[in-house]
Structure formats: structure tokens, C-alpha cells
């Protein structure tokens, strides 16, 4: 299943960050976001909720539907999700209006309409803070939410109430983040998924 780079790749990754004291899943996960992002100094950032990995990696094995918060989120994950399980891959935005409302957001319009079609959706956050508190504000239930959402203005705010929230997560303490992270995270879920299945 994997290329000879990438497995290259991911034992000189795994000799540079050292012993992390994480579980298996969750350090395929760091390993995954680090080979996405040539990022060694995410490491200290990434935190997981108890159990995360492994409620994920059950949902994903049964099909659960994907949601994401961009079309390049999903595009990133769709190849990996036709590969393995078939999951249903969807942006939020196909739920959205052309035009938001004034105050509103398109993403945070979205994510309430696609939560209500997929209420137990792995959710993944990478540019949109303002879907990330709206799904937060509803008392959503998804599977699993990967909130990594990037930049400065509402960001450290809705990971601060995603760690606060009780729901199964992964996210990325600070500013960092992006539809390529929050993809590499749900990609190296579905490859231990299926793994987990074939070994």
C-alpha cells in the first residue's frame, strides 16, 4: 500500500521527532502531518482527545460519512477515502448559500445544514473558525472533529472551546493549520483503519 519514499520518509521522520510518548494511531497521525507539511515543530502542538484515534478509526471502518470545511480539504481526502472504505467525502459548502447573510459566514451556514443531513460525520476544520464554534454552538455530536483551522482572527478561540467541548478530537494548539493538515490527519486514520482490517 505504501510507496517506498513515503516509508522512507516516514523512519527519518520517526528518527528526528525521537520517543513521543503518543499511542500507535496517534503517531501515525503526527507522522503523517509532519510528512505532509516538512514541519517538524508540529509535534509539541498536536493534541488529542482520550480515545480519539480509535472512535475514528471504528467510524471510518464503518463508512460514516466525511465532512470538510473547504473543496481542497475534500479533494485531499477523497482519494484515499475511494481506496479504502468508500466513505462519502463532502464539502459543507455544497450546503451553504452563494451569498452569506451580513454577520454570517458560508462555512458556519454549511456545516449546520450538512451536521443535520450527517449528524455522526467526521467533521475536519482547517480554515473555517467560524464553522468550527457554529458546530460547537449547536451541541453537535459529530464522530470526530479534526479542528486545525488556520490563521489569526477567531482561530486560537474556537480550538480553546473545541478542547473544552468533551467531543472526540485532534486538534493543532495556535495558529497553525489548513485543508492540507486537517487532510494528512484523516488520511493517515483511513490507512490505519484499513490496515487494522488487512493485517
Not at 516509508?7 to 505532509?36: D, K, M, N, Y
Not at 483551522?149 to 474556537?158: Q, R
Request: glycine letters at 8%; aromatic letters at 4%.
Amino acid at each position: 500500500m505504501d510507496h517506498p519514499i513515503f516509508t522512507e520518509s516516514i523512519a527519518r521522520i520517526q528518527a528526528w521527532l525521537g520517543p513521543t510518548g503518543l499511542e500507535a494511531a496517534e503517531q501515525e497521525v503526527l507522522e503523517r502531518l509532519v510528512h505532509s507539511s516538512g514541519d517538524l515543530s508540529l509535534a509539541p502542538l498536536l493534541r488529542f482527545s482520550p480515545g480519539a484515534c480509535d472512535l475514528a478509526i471504528a467510524a471510518l471502518a464503518a463508512k460514516a460519512v466525511i465532512l470538510t470545511d473547504t473543496a481542497m480539504a475534500a479533494a485531499a481526502v477523497a482519494p484515499m477515502a475511494a481506496r479504502t472504505f468508500a466513505n462519502p467525502v463532502h464539502s459543507v459548502l455544497d450546503w451553504a448559500p452563494n451569498l452569506a447573510p451580513a454577520g454570517e459566514t458560508r462555512t458556519a451556514i454549511g456545516i449546520e445544514q450538512a451536521l443535520r443531513a450527517h449528524p455522526k460525520a467526521l467533521v475536519l476544520i482547517g480554515s473555517a473558525p467560524t464553522a468550527l464554534m457554529r458546530l460547537l454552538a449547536l451541541g453537535a455530536t459529530p464522530a470526530l472533529v479534526i479542528g486545525m483551522p488556520v490563521g489569526f482572527v477567531g482561530v486560537k478561540e474556537s480550538k480553546r472551546e473545541l478542547a473544552r467541548s468533551g467531543l472526540p478530537h485532534i486538534r493543532l494548539e495556535g495558529s497553525r493549520g489548513g485543508a492540507g493538515l486537517v487532510a494528512a490527519a484523516l488520511n493517515a486514520l483511513l490507512r490505519r483503519a484499513w490496515l487494522n482490517q488487512t493485517e
